[in-house]
Nanobody, 124 residues
Framework: QVQLVESGGGLVQAGDSLRLSCAAS????????MGWFRQAPGKEREFVAA????????TYADSVKGRFTISRDNAKNTVYLQMNSLKSEDTAVYYC?????????????????WGQGTQVTVSS
């Protein structure tokens, strides 16, 4: 069974930085794109960023473009989300997910396995 375990969440102040990690196991990590999504209280889960299986290409939601960076280390089976200049509206539970193809995309339905999530709270 595929396993995705997020870590790195926490409580920070606006303007701070945080790096999330997602450790993957029980499948060939380098064959699949990975994505990060988030869900704030009372809101639907939304796309944040995605990266291709090789790490060569990435895509971002407009709301985080220029502030967040997704990366991956295929030797460590880990995907990261570096979050800079955090805002209160970034407060959410962040989930990593495995894409169903090699290409990083924003469509929720093209991800088949999800982690349990990690809470990020940004105080203003």
């Amino acid at each position: 069974q595929v396993q995705l375990v997020e870590s790195g969440g926490g409580l920070v102040q606006a303007g701070d930085s945080l790096r999330l990690s997602c450790a993957a196991s029980r499948y060939t990590f380098s064959n699949y794109a990975m994505g990060w999504f988030r869900q704030a209280p009372g809101k639907e889960r939304e796309f944040v960023a995605a990266i291709s299986s090789s790490g060569a290409t990435s895509t971002y939601a407009d709301s985080v473009k220029g502030r967040f960076t997704i990366s991956r280390d295929n030797a460590k089976n880990t995907v990261y989300l570096q979050m800079n200049s955090l805002k209160s509206e970034d407060t959410a539970v962040y989930y990593c997910a495995r894409g169903t193809t090699k290409y990083g995309v924003s469509r929720y339905g093209l991800y088949d396995y999800w982690g349990q999530g990690t809470q990020v709270t940004v105080s203003s």
